[in-house]
């Protein structure tokens, strides 16, 4: 597809959302459903860089957001499991070379690249995942959410979702990043490349990140530095009944050169001292 016809379609989808009377016209239905197989090949991605920069692609929000205006409840059945629901699952595994280890779940809309593993887990819609990616054990990558190649999201990891409003950013997981057990990342966090978040790391647009590792602390919310070793922590907070200690999230160092991007959670955070 080239620019001038993604720019049609863009135009398209922009002014049927605007008008919600026209969703389930016949021509408007078509672009949703052109938009959303653009997104399942990964021809078109919700988020991308741009000039350094990660920029939202709102009309393929406003896309998703269309199709679950336009389409019925359907029942879908794979093997002995049923599922009821609007958007239908992502097909052709074999043909792409990814591995998807029963009973993972991807639907029709998000992108996984060759070479990706998924184990039990579900990616939504609009999601992208990069080559060399494993999505472990009950991991999910919500809607929209970009994560990058060679990344390993651990067991139980929630990457949040966000649809609306169309131009809010979602979660961006750049590449070579470890994300440790149970962590949770939403609101639109970056994780910038190569970065380590140890077990139960929680991030979200307003929990602060605090860089201990010089003089004085650097706070930083809604990004991770590149490189950066981040642990759970908490900092204290007085309120009228009394000090109370609030969570954050603490760099405690940087993946020295060593440490490359083949090397094990464990070995990255056993570089700094901390049980594993």
């Not at 002014?15 to 021809?43: M, N, S």
């Not at 999601?127 to 494993?134: D, E, H, I, R």
């Not at 997981?173 to 966090?189: L, P």
């Not at 993946?255 to 056993?270: E, G, I, P």
Request: hydrophobic share 45%.
């Amino acid at each position: 597809m080239t620019a001038t016809d993604t720019d049609a379609l863009a135009a398209a989808i922009d002014a049927a959302f605007a008008d919600p009377a026209r969703a389930t016209e016949p021509a408007v239905v078509a672009a949703v459903e052109e938009a959303l197989d653009l997104l399942d090949r990964g021809e078109a991605r919700v988020a991308e860089r741009s000039g350094g920069e990660w920029v939202v692609n709102e009309w393929l929000k406003r896309a998703i957001l269309l199709s679950f205006r336009q389409r019925r409840m359907a029942t879908v059945e794979v093997g002995p499991f049923e599922y009821h629901d609007k958007i239908p699952l992502k097909h052709g595994f074999e043909e792409a070379g990814v591995r998807v280890v029963p009973p993972a779940v991807v639907r029709h809309g998000a992108f996984v690249e060759r070479g990706a593993v998924l184990m039990p887990s579900y990616v939504n819609i609009g999601a992208w995942v990069g080559a060399g990616t494993m999505v472990d054990t009950w991991a999910t990558v919500g809607s929209c959410a970009q994560i990058g190649r060679n990344v390993h999201l651990a067991g139980g990891v929630g990457i949040g979702g966000v649809l609306e409003p169309p131009g809010a950013r979602p979660v961006i997981v750049e590449d070579d990043v470890f994300i440790g057990s149970r962590c949770v990342i939403t609101e639109g966090v970056v994780v910038e490349e190569g970065a380590v978040l140890g077990a139960l790391t929680v991030l979200t647009a307003s929990v602060p990140i605090i860089d201990v590792t010089g003089p004085e602390p650097v706070e930083h919310r809604g990004r991770v530095p590149a490189r950066s070793v981040v642990i759970p922590g908490t900092r204290p907070r007085t309120f009228p009944a009394g000090e109370y200690r609030i969570p954050c999230a603490l760099i405690i160092g940087r993946r020295s050169a060593a440490t490359d991007t083949k090397v094990s959670l464990n070995d990255a955070l056993r570089e700094h001292d901390l049980p594993v």
